[in-house]
């Protein structure tokens, strides 16, 4: 059998964190047909973290973390209970006790745009079909 592939630590969620997090957290289902044993919520919100600060998908969660459906779905039920809302509402007040927020000011950048398709007028032209690509056939 092949050794578990070592996973680095560093990404892991530190106690003092955990003591914040812990709270915001929804009571365990109860599970009266028994089932599965329940993985701690510490280790699901550890691979949600890990996904987070990796950016790999949820299906390339290492093993030695947590099934990566389970932390998936953890990660959905959390997020309709308000669980990561509620930590980020919780981290901008704390924020702002200790460092200040201007309240009065802020701004918001971003795109949320399709990049724009033209480009010099006389570029090099494709050598695909015209065709090719996503646009759909002629009906006749």
Do not use: N
Not at 13 to 42: M, N, S, T, V
Not at 120 to 133: D, E, L, M, T, V
Request: glycine share 10%.
């Amino acid at each position: 059998m092949a050794d578990e592939p070592v996973v680095d630590d560093g990404w892991r969620i530190p106690d003092e964190l955990w003591q914040r997090i812990e709270p915001l957290l929804p009571a365990k289902p109860p599970q009266p047909q028994g089932g599965r044993p329940w993985i701690p919520d510490r280790q699901v919100m550890d691979g949600i973290f890990y996904v987070l600060r990796t950016g790999c998908q949820w299906k390339a969660l290492p093993r030695t973390i947590g099934a990566a459906s389970t932390v998936h779905d953890r990660f959905q039920q959390w997020t309709k209970a308000g669980v990561f809302e509620r930590l980020w509402a919780a981290g901008v007040l704390e924020y702002d006790a200790l460092k200040g927020i201007q309240w009065e000011w802020q701004a918001l950048d971003g795109a949320m745009t399709k990049a724009p398709l033209g480009g010099k007028r006389y570029r090099s032209q494709s050598h695909r079909p015209w065709q090719a690509g996503h646009e759909a056939q002629p009906a006749d």
